[in-house]
T-cell receptor, first 112, second 116 residues
Framework: SQKIEQNSEALNIQEGKTATLTCNYT??????LQWYRQDPGRGPVFLLL?????KEKRKERLKVTFDTTLKQSLFHITASQPADSATYLC???????????FGSGTRLQVQP | KAGVTQTPRYLIKTRGQQVTLSCSPI?????VSWYQQTPGQGLQFLFE???????NKGNFPGRFSGRQFSNSRSEMNVSTLELGDSALYLC???????????????FGPGTRLLVL
């Protein structure tokens, strides 16, 4: 069956460290993968998109990697800040499909 | 530009009732998608509308329906509410639709529905 797995346990890190979040998928052939941030009581906010033929994407303190062999995407936040505390969702578009499928998200807590 | 707006923000209904939720997309966006978010199931796709036509549908029962108007505003209806329908309902708009590589979806704040 198809699955998108994100670590359901919260990730707690110290301010200034690099946070690394994982998104693993099974039985998908993603055309692309996206990462979103969601704060409590709000809708998700788009952060980054990475295509199937790209290995890495960067935007300011954010970096996404995509390994189609391992069927995994990693999302990094460098020099993390308490304001980065939120739930981070990965979503992928399966090749030939027209709807995004979301992972359940990982909650990140950055301690000052 | 104004963002995606959803009304109402909070709603309490009882089992068996029906509910209509509204979504106004970003100006110029023609695609509106609806999602249900629950702690147990996460964010699940309901359906997508583009130019007043349903273009894609998720795996939800027929009690869930929607429509889109000529100004791209969309409504979602749930009939015969069940306790399990309690969730955050999110809509997202985009220019031409989530099936396009690189297309970004912009989410609204959601409507929190509680079914008693």
């Amino acid at each position: 069956s198809q699955k998108i797995e994100q670590n359901s346990e919260a990730l707690n890190i110290q301010e200034g460290k690099t946070a690394t979040l994982t998104c693993n998928y099974t039985n998908y052939s993603p055309a692309y993968l996206q990462w979103y941030r969601q704060d409590p009581g709000r809708g998700p906010v788009f952060l980054l998109l990475i295509r199937e033929n790209e290995k890495e994407k960067r935007k300011e303190r954010l970096k996404v990697t995509f390994d189609t062999t391992l069927k995994q995407s990693l999302f990094h936040i460098t020099a993390s800040q308490p304001a980065d505390s939120a739930t981070y969702l990965c979503a992928l578009l399966d090749t030939g499909r027209r709807a995004l499928t979301f992972g359940s998200g990982t909650r990140l807590q950055v301690q000052p | 530009k104004a963002g995606v707006t959803q009304t109402p923000r909070y709603l309490i209904k009882t089992r068996g009732q029906q509910v209509t939720l509204s979504c106004s997309p970003i100006s110029g966006h023609r695609s509106v998608s609806w999602y249900q978010q629950t702690p147990g199931q996460g964010l699940q796709f309901l359906f997508e509308y583009f130019s007043e036509t349903q273009r894609n549908k998720g795996n939800f029962p027929g009690r869930f329906s929607g429509r889109q108007f000529s100004n791209s505003r969309s409504e979602m209806n749930v009939s015969t509410l069940e306790l399990g329908d309690s969730a955050l309902y999110l809509c997202a708009s985009s220019l031409v639709g989530q099936g396009q590589v690189g297309e970004t979806q912009y989410f609204g704040p959601g409507t929190r529905l509680l079914v008693l």
